[in-house]
Each structure stands twice: as structure tokens, then as C-alpha cells.
Nanobody
Framework: QVQVTESGGGLVQAGGSLRLSCTVS?????????MGWFRQAPGKEREAVSY????????YYDDSVKGRFTISKDNTKNTLYLHMDSLKPEDTAMYYC?????????????????????WGQGTQVTVSS
């Protein structure tokens, strides 16, 4: 069973940086996985922030975070990261890590939250103005 656990959220001033971490367990070498970071602000739908293919390393970013956020992974530590720079108050949200088993994929951007079967509990990021 795949399990993911986020950490690293907190309160930061606008323009600051934070790094989120997500430890992953249960991935098997005979399957292909995509890992994703999502966020959900109060009263809004959950939205994709960034994805990465666990084996290949291909990445995807939502336009709202391109150039400010960087997704990365350390396969030896089974850990996914999201490094967030130049944070804005509108980045305030609960951030979730999730895993999806990929069977067929044309492009990472095609993935939707519904494709991700394994979710963490979330970590709060608050950016003050």
C-alpha cells in the first residue's frame, strides 16, 4: 500500500521561501508512478501545483507557480520536495502530496486530482502580506 506524508509547512512573509517534503512508501519497481503537489485554499477547489514522474524525473508546473516553485525528488530517501520561492499571499493553502500509478500517459499535464489514489493529510502554508 502506497503511503505519503507531508511536512514543512508554516508561516512565512511574502517574498519568502519554504520547502515542503513528502516521504513515500510502498512504491514498487515494476510500476510507474507520478507524484504530485496539490493545494486547496478555503472555499476553493483543490488544484494541481506540480507533478513529477518518479522514475524518469519529468516535471510539470501550473502556470501560477512556474519560475517560483521547484519540484524534486530523492529516490534514495523516498522523498519528494517542493521548494517554494517568492511566495505570495495567494499561495496560502493546505498543500497535499499525492501519488498516482501511471499506466498510460500522453503528457504529465493531463493528470487530474482524480488520477491520484494516494493522498497525505496535508501541511498548511500561510503567506502573510
Amino acid at each position: 500500500q502506497v503511503q505519503v506524508t507531508e511536512s514543512g509547512g508554516g508561516l512565512v512573509q511574502a517574498g519568502g521561501s519554504l520547502r515542503l517534503s513528502c516521504t513515500v512508501s510502498g512504491l514498487t519497481s515494476d510500476r510507474r508512478y507520478a507524484m504530485g503537489w496539490f493545494r486547496q485554499a478555503p472555499g476553493k477547489e483543490r488544484e494541481a501545483v506540480s507533478y513529477i514522474l518518479w522514475s524518469e524525473g519529468s516535471t510539470y508546473y501550473d502556470d501560477s507557480v512556474k519560475g517560483r516553485f521547484t519540484i524534486s525528488k530523492d529516490n534514495t530517501k523516498n522523498t519528494l520536495y517542493l521548494h517554494m520561492d517568492s511566495l505570495k499571499p495567494e499561495d496560502t493553502a493546505m498543500y497535499y502530496c499525492a501519488a498516482a500509478r501511471v499506466v498510460y500517459l500522453r503528457t504529465l499535464g493531463d493528470l487530474l486530482p482524480a488520477n491520484f489514489a494516494y493522498w497525505g493529510q496535508g501541511t498548511q502554508v500561510t503567506v502573510s502580506s
